[in-house]
């Protein structure tokens, strides 16, 4: 267990004192390539600006997250009430997911007419497959005799859909949603970069091309590392969510020595 | 008095395989009944469509004196893994609609009738194979149901396990007296358990021939060890024998 911790931690402190050393020894301006010490202090000084573009940025995640949930299991439970919705719409859902974002964003930025809510909008549509698909596939993954035991009570539909379809997809939901989170992350960062727009509420992104116009490449490495911080910080705290649900019960959340 | 009358019924699936040809079977009102047939001659087929759980595509299924509440254990014991013990016990009430403090005695009650009592709050996961068997019958007979149908429920258990659970299967039978449907393939836990056995064709299956277990209950260790015993199990695998090869 702790050595899932260590592990990483001394790697990743190598890797650091490695790359400050090559730094140092070979003389790279910061132009080029900034070390980690002038990136953290770059990180301090202008944490003023980095911050409110980490919360833009982090604000749109968040939402497109969770729109992602809303939409993404809504349209689980109706496709999988009524075969003729799926197979009506699920042809679609497909081609929203393999159409690259960045090809879509300007026109989506064109039509809804709002900065935000295009980069929402955007962010959202990466995001939301994983939830669908993996909804539908843990909906329909019921014990089949559980379904016969609901059958010969009488249960209907709705009965079977609370009480045995959506504790039995949880799991497959909590899946899905750990990946969204990541692509929540990743949709809002290049719809921005697409959208490239200033103004006063600017997130991550856009922090980072301008930097990258004005050639201040510390202030470029402090803001990825910012959105990898936000998209670390996404995962772990989704899969303690996902623990706590399930650790009662799901084998994915039993660890081998109880 | 009758309490199931199967006519005549046939099976064929969507995929053309015929599970059944012409089965016919009278269940009379708390008796104990085994089906005895070689593996995938349609027994469970047979007791989904007594269930209800499966159309017949030919020949009847009557109730004379109507379709009474009834209970289901299949051969997995089919639990919810997100719910206790208790709760998935609970599970036939809670779709019935009881009110919960009800549904709650209730499924305790029938939990310590199966010997579990003190094991409300345990996971699935936290119980061995037969616990969770034992989950499974308390669960069916939750609603005091007057018909139990059981499809192989110890066939995955270990010898020693499934002993005790056909004696406390017995036991329960004899407090209760539920009309008790119990579909195995093996000839020595049929004769241990019923009064009666159908014993099935290969498929298609169809009830070929039957045997009366004269045996009284209760019935101990020791009936499992008499001669008596021993003979009645060679006569029911004559006729299982001869059912195969029908
Ligand atoms: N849903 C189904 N669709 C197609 N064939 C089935 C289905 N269920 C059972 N069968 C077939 O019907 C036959 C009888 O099955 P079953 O009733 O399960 O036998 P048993 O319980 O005696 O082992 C088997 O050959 C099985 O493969
Ligand atoms: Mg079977």
Redesign the interface.
Known sequence: MTARFIAPAVMGLLMLVLWEAIVRLAEIPPYVLPGPVAVARTLVADWGMLAPALGVTLTITLEALAAAVIVGVLLAVLFSLSRWVELSLFPYAIILQVTPIVAIAPLIIAWANDVDLSLLICAWLVAFFPILSNTILGLRSVDHNLLALFELYGAGRWKTLIYLRLPAALPYFLGGLRISGGLALIGAVVAEFVAGTGGNASGLAYRILEAGYQLRIPRMFAALVLISAAGIAIYLLLSLLSHLLLRRWHESAIGPEE | MQLVGVRGVAKVFANGVKALDGASLDIEAGEFLSVLGPSGCGKSTLL?LI???TPASAGTIEWPAGKPD?G?V?Q?P?L????TALANVE??L???GVARSEREARAAEALDHVGLAGFERT???ELSGGMKMRVSIARALV?RPKLLLMDEPFAALDEITRRRLNTDLLELWQRTRFTAVFVTHSVFESVFLSQRIAVMSTRPGRVLSELAIPAPYPRTEAFGTSAEYAALCRLASAQLSEAMAA
């Open positions: 989904r269930a209800g759980l009834l289901f299949f997995e089919t919810m893994p997100w719910a599970l036939p809670k779709l019935g996971w699935p996961r609603t």
